[in-house]
């Protein structure tokens, strides 16, 4: 299984400020995602990181609020700006290996916004 | 979009069975099932794809209606160590190339007592 990195474990923000979340996995994959995952719910898709190009975002979710960048095949980073109260959360990053579509979760950052 | 898994919660003793059941309304290429423990990352039990026949390893197994769009995670003889939250994950047939998304359902709360 791909073991995946993902920086940093938790942090407490401002309001309006920004957070960017690092996942850097040891494999090359080929596909790189993004879940919110409020306290006690589900995990919800928030895009797909593409390698070079702009992420694909699901629908609730937008470029303005949640950028996300993925330079190569095992590193992305999501932003989330602007942070309110209501962005408190849970994010992981999910990788799909390349010999395999089995999708592994990174362990996730707890964001918490005053 | 979202599966709906059923039960919400259950309770047993060590030595139990348990059913954890997983539907959508959208035609699905593959069901994948994880089990989350509290703060920890979802962990891959299996995934079972279209035309594919049911999963097991050890006493946990799966089965893939495809014709219903429906999923069921069997627990056998449950051990203290499959407590945690069950998740449904459904990659949608309808989504063309880009797999690999998955839509969550809001999860099974299973809980083992000795």
């Known amino acids: 299984s791909a073991v995946i990195s993902q920086k940093p474990s938790r942090d407490i923000c401002q309001r309006g400020t920004s957070l960017t979340i690092q996942c850097q996995v040891d494999?090359?994959?080929?596909?790189m995602f993004w879940y919110r995952q409020q306290p006690g719910q589900s995990l919800t898709l928030i895009a797909t990181a593409n390698q070079g190009s702009e992420a694909t975002y699901e629908s609730g979710f937008v470029i303005d609020k949640f950028p996300i960048s993925r330079p190569n095949l095992t590193f992305s980073t999501l932003t989330v700006s602007n942070l309110s109260p209501e962005d408190s959360s849970i994010y992981l990053c999910?990788?799909?290996?390349?010999?395999?579509?089995?999708?592994?979760f990174g362990a996730g950052t707890r964001l918490s916004v005053l | 979009q979202q599966p709906v898994q059923s039960p919400q919660a259950v309770i047993l003793r060590e030595g139990e069975d348990a059913v954890i059941n997983c539907s959508s309304s959208k035609a699905l290429y593959s069901v994948h099932w994880y089990r989350q423990k509290h703060g920890e990352a979802p962990v891959f039990l299996m995934i079972l794809l279209k035309g594919g026949e049911q999963k097991g390893h050890d006493k946990i197994s799966a089965s893939f209606n495809e014709k219903k769009q429906q999923s069921s995670l069997y627990l056998t003889a449950s051990q203290l160590s499959y407590s945690g939250t069950y998740f449904c994950?459904?990659?949608?047939?309808?989504?063309?190339?880009?797999?690999?998304?998955?839509?969550f359902g809001r999860g099974t709360q299973l809980t083992v007592w000795p």
């Open positions: 994950g459904t990659e949608r047939e309808d989504r063309g190339s880009t797999l690999g998304r998955l839509y």
């Open positions: 494999s090359q994959v080929t596909m």
């Open positions: 999910s990788v799909v290996a390349l010999t395999k579509n089995i999708q592994y």
